[in-house]
């Protein structure tokens, strides 16, 4: 089926009565930031604004995807795939080849004074199984409900989210919104790591996730937000245990936890959060544990170089009820030099406290890691809305001289990759 056929299909679900499919179609690749004329879910501004969950991103951010209308309903398809080898170097290293995928569907109508929108999104990442991928120093959750994974990166649940928005217009510049659903993100945070546009390139995850942005995929969120112009406060009550090893479960507990997160978009091209969180027993094997997550970040839209550079700081602190606090910083940018290459890096500093089983010599100690990877994406096709690039990245670290016995010295990793993205 073609992709007009499956969004004609799922517009005819929401609006059976609704006049026949308009050509309206287009591609981020094809088109300036802001083009797509696409009102926020939240407010009075245009879509390039939002980004995942309820958070946003700088205005002039480029808007990928496939846009359709059908009667009262507009709608938008994004997605992506990749599939990488993946060589981890050193002791602790590992090589696998896997794919990661996710795919969402974003669709709003006005309602009166107000606007009620839908949002879902999916990923094939189950298919790698329950251990996930090899990525040095990464640490969360668990493949099995017992052992906690090190040096590995957990695959995302078949379910990433299903939410529905409602907001009202108070004014021409404010209006008041409410996010719900039985998967979804929580005030909490940036914006996610596989949708901002300075790190969604980058086929790792960052080693900041479960300090920054790891309750994404929460099962169980209600948020309410107040828009001010350029200001936006969000709080929200949620679910803060973390998906278990189950990833096709759909695992909706108690709105247990809770956090708020206030933005401002200070011009087009800036975007700076500031927010914190009560997770209540987030991690499976530690229920006894809750943390407290504060974050804060700032990306920032730059346009002197190629067609776009976005770059973002983000720094997070977790503060578990049990044990000692610990922090973690990320810088990356991405920088699309043409219309079919993209370069881009990321730098992180985190302090590692899991990285050992409990009866090892150096078992509950905390070490801080230094990462950097610097990575490249040619985009060598253009087949409608449908990019098709190959590309690599090479990843090195720093770290205490007590872990040289662990993982060697100076470990480096590479990633080879191809990606197929809307």
């Given at each position: 089926?073609?992709r007009?056929?499956?969004?004609s299909?799922?517009?005819?679900?929401?609006?059976?009565?609704?006049?026949?499919?308009?050509?309206?179609?287009t591609?981020?690749?094809?088109?300036?930031?802001?083009?797509?004329?696409?009102a926020g879910?939240?407010?009075?501004?245009?879509?390039?604004?939002?980004?995942?969950?309820?958070?946003?991103?700088?205005?002039?951010?480029?808007?990928?995807?496939?846009?359709?209308?059908?009667?009262?309903?507009?709608?938008?398809?994004?997605g992506f795939?990749?599939?990488?080898?993946?060589?981890?170097?050193?002791?602790?290293?590992?090589?696998?080849?896997?794919?990661s995928?996710?795919?969402?569907?974003?669709?709003r109508?006005?309602?009166?004074?107000?606007?009620?929108?839908?949002?879902?999104?999916?990923?094939?990442?189950?298919l790698?199984?329950?251990?996930g991928?090899?990525?040095?120093?990464?640490?969360?959750?668990?493949?099995?409900?017992?052992?906690?994974?090190?040096?590995?990166?957990?695959?995302?649940?078949?379910?990433?989210?299903?939410?529905?928005?409602?907001?009202?217009?108070?004014?021409?510049?404010s209006?008041?919104?409410?996010?719900?659903?039985?998967?979804?993100?929580?005030?909490?945070?940036?914006?996610?790591?596989?949708?901002?546009?300075?790190?969604?390139?980058?086929p790792e995850?960052?080693l900041?996730?479960?300090?920054?942005?790891?309750?994404h995929?929460?099962?169980?969120?209600?948020?309410?937000?107040?828009?001010l112009?350029?200001?936006?406060?969000?709080?929200?009550?949620?679910?803060?245990?973390?998906?278990?090893?189950?990833?096709?479960?759909?695992?909706?507990?108690?709105?247990?936890?809770?956090?708020?997160?206030?933005?401002?978009?200070?011009g087009?091209?800036?975007?700076?959060?500031?927010?914190?969180?009560?997770?209540?027993?987030?991690?499976?094997?530690?229920?006894?544990?809750?943390?407290?997550?504060?974050?804060?970040?700032v990306?920032?839209?730059?346009h002197a170089?190629?067609e776009?550079?976005?770059?973002?700081?983000?720094?997070?602190?977790?503060?578990?009820?049990?044990?000692?606090?610990?922090?973690?910083w990320?810088?990356?940018?991405?920088?699309?030099l043409?219309?079919?290459?993209?370069?881009?890096?990321r730098?992180?500093?985190?302090?590692?406290?899991?990285?050992?089983?409990?009866g090892?010599?150096?078992?509950?100690?905390?070490?801080?890691?230094?990462?950097?990877?610097?990575?490249?994406?040619?985009?060598?096709?253009?087949?409608?809305?449908?990019?098709?690039?190959?590309?690599?990245?090479?990843?090195?670290?720093?770290f205490?001289?007590?872990?040289?016995?662990?993982?060697?010295?100076?470990?480096?990793?590479?990633?080879?990759?191809v990606?197929?993205?809307?």
């Amino acid at each position: 089926m073609s992709r007009r056929g499956i969004l004609s299909g799922i517009l005819g679900l929401l609006a059976l009565d609704a006049p026949p499919l308009l050509a309206q179609e287009t591609a981020a690749s094809e088109a300036p930031p802001g083009s797509m004329d696409m009102a926020g879910l939240y407010g009075a501004y245009d879509m390039t604004r939002e980004a995942s969950g309820t958070s946003w991103q700088p205005d002039s951010t480029p808007m990928e995807g496939i846009q359709q209308m059908r009667g009262p309903w507009m709608a938008m398809l994004h997605g992506f795939i990749d599939g990488t080898y993946d060589e981890q170097g050193g002791p602790r290293g590992a090589t696998q080849s896997f794919s990661s995928s996710m795919l969402m569907l974003m669709a709003r109508r006005e309602l009166g004074d107000g606007a009620f929108g839908l949002r879902l999104m999916i990923s094939s990442d189950p298919l790698m199984g329950a251990s996930g991928y090899p990525l040095l120093f990464q640490t969360g959750e668990t493949a099995d409900g017992r052992v906690p994974l090190i040096d590995r990166q957990h695959p995302h649940n078949l379910l990433m989210e299903a939410a529905a928005t409602y907001s009202r217009e108070l004014s021409a510049a404010s209006s008041v919104f409410l996010y719900a659903g039985p998967a979804g993100e929580p005030a909490l945070g940036p914006t996610t790591f596989m949708h901002r546009l300075s790190g969604m390139d980058d086929p790792e995850a960052p080693l900041t996730h479960h300090w920054l942005d790891s309750t994404h995929v929460s099962y169980g969120v209600v948020t309410a937000g107040y828009v001010l112009g350029q200001l936006k406060l969000d709080a929200s009550a949620f679910n803060g245990r973390e998906p278990d090893q189950h990833r096709y479960d759909v695992e909706v507990r108690a709105l247990d936890s809770y956090s708020a997160r206030l933005t401002w978009n200070a011009g087009t091209d800036l975007s700076m959060q500031l927010s914190s969180g009560h997770l209540k027993s987030p991690e499976q094997i530690e229920p006894a544990v809750d943390v407290r997550r504060t974050t804060a970040s700032v990306t920032y839209n730059a346009h002197a170089f190629g067609e776009w550079w976005q770059t973002t700081l983000a720094w997070g602190r977790n503060s578990p009820s049990q044990g000692s606090g610990s922090s973690g910083w990320l810088l990356e940018s991405a920088l699309k030099l043409t219309a079919a290459q993209t370069v881009f890096g990321r730098a992180e500093h985190v302090a590692k406290d899991e990285l050992l089983l409990p009866g090892a010599p150096l078992y509950g100690q905390s070490f801080m890691v230094n990462a950097l990877s610097l990575g490249y994406i040619y985009d060598f096709l253009q087949l409608g809305s449908a990019s098709f690039g190959v590309g690599g990245l090479a990843s090195t670290y720093d770290f205490p001289a007590a872990l040289n016995s662990i993982y060697g010295y100076r470990p480096a990793s590479f990633m080879v990759f191809v990606r197929v993205r809307l």
